[in-house]
């Protein structure tokens, strides 16, 4: 992406950006069709996944404040937590749900309010790209919400995935892999991965949720997974 002039990367990043409005939008109207609340929270977690893309697509036309900088890391730690709270919908203990959704939105407070008490400094980004570490509080914060939010949806993808036979949510599993991945080389001061990893991250997620058709019409009778502990 640092090869491309900044017009062309900007393009790139807001096309992106719109791929994952359209995934938000199909999982709203499953939501709404009364598909279940996972479908809302994983329409959440995308729309955070576009937001990140349009900031990133600013950054690259060279528009910057420590405000969007400060959203940025932010939003980049919190939408796996939120998409992680659409797999745990499936989860047979409802006590489980609540303390995990708990648990979600205290790591994202701290996230946020590390973000709000320790600015990082405008210089991070180089050439349209986030590069370097952020303060050490904000990297511990986002770490307490990333990593259990990707082990919480890779684990119960892969389970309701051979537990149901449908096969598309190894897509979810893979998507999610991806971006958290991504998150973890932004952390270790690799950024230029974060932008290649989100465009197949949110392609994988776009197979996995089945925006695209389905090839037989049993597979789409199956859409809704359900799943417990």
Known sequence: MTDLPPGDGALALGVLAALALVLTVAELRRYRDGRGTAHAYWAVGLALVAATLFEEAAFYAGVTSVALLQAYLVLV??????????????????????????????????????C???????????????TGNPPLAIVVTSSLVT??????????????AFRTKVWRLLYVAAGVIVISIAGGLYIAAFPITLYFAEFAGVFLLFLGFGVVPRRAPATAARAAPTGGT
């Open 77 to 114: 730690a919190v939408l796996v937590g939120t998409l992680s709270l659409g797999s745990a919908q499936f989860w047979a203990r409802p006590l489980y749900r609540r303390l995990y959704a708990g648990y979600v939105v205290v790591s994202s407070a701290a996230t946020a309010i590390a």
């Open 116 to 130: 709000a008490v320790t600015a990082a400094p405008l210089s991070i980004i180089v050439g349209g790209v986030v």
């Open 147 to 160: 990593f259990p939010a990707a082990a919480v949806m890779v684990v119960g993808s892969l389970r309701d």
